[in-house]
């Protein structure tokens, strides 16, 4: 079977292409990456192998179903391309036994892109991608049933394996109206903390004790600053990482008791925002702003380099996802980018992946980014059933390395354990960039149901101490890491399907300002109040209704 992937060009000429769309994800950041390398877990064999699968959908229906797909492009246009792309491509359509009709889609324009196809539910992509969590145009498009309801579908054992066993309390963030509308792509719950330059602290005297404080996190990223860590004499590092994406913040709210996006406060949710809570984390946020402690000119600094100030030795400490914090640590020990520790020369420098502050820390929601299936372009219950049938089967073993390692023998090997050895993962090298490239951006099409820690714990990978820590750091962030308790609630939320998403922007960039001394806390109260009466308020009463 001819391989049907086609590379979407940011031009208005291919904004009407939509006929042959499919699926798109936030860069989480990348982490599309996310699988990373988790706890081992024990993960149930497929049903079938590759051949017996063709083999059962072929002879279950009159033809071979061709399923329209748009995918996230997180790769600038190299996705699944190379001599090996179509052989791979092939064994993913057999193996799920249908043809896929893949068309990539730039992270930046998915948005645009995915408002144009719900105008258009007669070309509608079969199976579409969205980023973050469900609100907004997804819920009001389910309201009109624009998606299949999946209740009727996978909780089917024999029949979805693995879509089969998603958590119900997943599932109920994905709910519109009574109906699941969508299939996660599942994250780690416990995966956001703080990492730090391990050498760096200890030279100081500030390394963090098990129980820090937001105090104790003050002096390192201080210190970090003014006391010239590195020992070269020079007045040329800035404590915290920092950019345009403001996801730290909320982290570092967590530490002050305020809880995640939304909190319980006598009996009755409300936005974190209205808690005396909030505003002591705030201070404490443009406290470390005013004393020099992030980049002056974080707000404009791109995502894309996020992790650049940590990797060139400007900064220490990093806040975000646990698993960066590891990838920075693996830079350092790289061959060609060897960073040596300052407190001992003949090691390479390391970050520690601390986790939880004052024994809080961000959860996910469990899932970043989520599939939707069309109920005007699936409109056979065959069709539907391959829809589900290709999204159960890529999370079996078999699709699991093959979209994330490639082909046995070209891409990857197993030495004498069992376990898998890349043989593509020198980025310096042109050759193997070129091998990675056959399947690269394939890891798109995974919900990594059960879990994104069982499906990595499918595939044999040998754990190494990088791994362990990040696993360790997940484990404990677990504990702490708090829940959205509105999240299920404000997808059944009207005014907060059309408005939500606006208003909470609004926060943010209020938040911003008054952290960088553009507004004072007296404008910065009075914008929240503005927002609540321009339709929070209505949100609050609507999330509370619903308990």
Request: with cysteine; net charge negative.
């Amino acid at each position: 079977m001819k391989k049907k992937i086609v590379s979407l060009l940011l031009t208005s000429v291919m904004v009407m292409s939509l006929a042959a769309c499919g699926s798109a994800e936030t860069q989480d950041t990348a982490q599309a990456t996310t699988g990373g390398n988790e706890p081992a877990a024990t993960e149930s064999e497929p049903a079938e192998t590759s051949e017996p699968a063709a083999e059962k959908t072929e002879s279950a229906s009159v033809e071979r179903q061709t399923i329209t797909w748009s995918v996230i492009d997180v790769n600038a246009g190299v996705n699944a391309t190379g001599d090996y792309a179509d052989e791979i491509m092939q064994k993913i359509e057999d193996f799920c036994g249908a043809d896929l009709d893949i068309v990539w889609y730039a992270n930046d324009a998915l948005s645009e892109k995915n408002s144009l196809a719900l105008t258009s539910p007669s070309t509608m992509p079969q199976i579409m991608s969205w980023g973050g969590t469900v609100t907004g145009d997804v819920v009001s498009a389910a309201k009109n049933g624009a998606f299949v309801d999946l209740n009727n579908y996978i909780w089917d054992s024999s029949k979805y394996p693995y879509l089969s066993q998603l958590s119900k309390d997943v599932a109920a963030n994905l709910t519109v109206g009574g109906k699941l509308i969508a299939l996660p792509r599942t994250r780690v719950v416990g995966r956001y903390g703080l990492s730090y330059r391990q050498d760096w602290a200890e030279k100081l005297g500030v390394e963090l004790p098990a129980n820090a404080t937001p105090d104790d996190v003050y002096k390192m990223i201080y210190a970090f600053t003014y006391n010239d860590p590195d020992g070269n004499g020079k007045d040329d590092t800035i404590g915290m990482e920092m950019t345009s994406y403001t996801g730290p913040f909320d982290i570092i709210q967590t530490w002050f008791g305020c809880g995640n996006g939304w909190q319980e406060v006598n009996g009755q949710l409300v936005p974190v925002w209205t808690t005396d809570e909030y505003f002591e984390a705030v201070d404490y946020i443009k406290k470390l702003y005013d004393d020099g402690l992030m980049p002056k000119d974080f707000y404009s600094r791109p995502t894309d380099s996020w992790s650049n100030g940590c990797k060139t030795g400007e900064n220490g400490v990093y806040i975000d996802v646990l698993d960066s914090g590891k990838r920075i640590w693996q830079y350092f020990e790289a061959e060609d980018t060897l960073t040596p520790s300052v407190v001992n020369p003949d090691e390479p420098a390391k970050m520690v992946l601390y986790g939880a502050v004052n024994g809080h820390t961000l959860a996910t929601a469990g899932y970043n980014g989520f599939f939707t299936l069309s109920a005007t372009t699936l409109d056979t219950e065959e069709k539907i059933e391959a829809a589900l049938t290709v999204l159960d089967r890529l999370c079996s073993p078999e699709m699991l390395t093959l979209t994330q390692y490639g082909l046995e023998g070209v891409n990857y090997e197993y030495d004498s354990d069992g376990y898998i050895v890349d043989l593509d993962k020198d980025t310096e090298n042109a050759d193997a960039v070129a091998l990675a490239n056959n399947y690269k951006g394939l890891n798109q099409l995974l919900t990594f149901l059960p879990s994104s820690e069982s499906a990595t714990g499918a595939i044999p990978v040998k754990s190494d101490k990088f791994s362990d820590a990040q696993n360790n750091a997940y484990a404990e962030a677990l504990q702490y890491a708090e829940v959205n308790p509105a999240l299920s609630y404000l997808v059944g939320s009207d005014t907060y399907s059309q408005v939500g998403a606006d208003l909470d922007t609004q926060v943010g960039a209020a938040r911003t300002q008054y952290i960088c001394g553009s507004i004072s806390l007296d404008e910065f109260k009075s914008t929240l109040d503005s927002i609540r009466s321009q339709g929070y308020d209505t949100i609050i009463s609507e999330v509370n209704a619903q308990r």
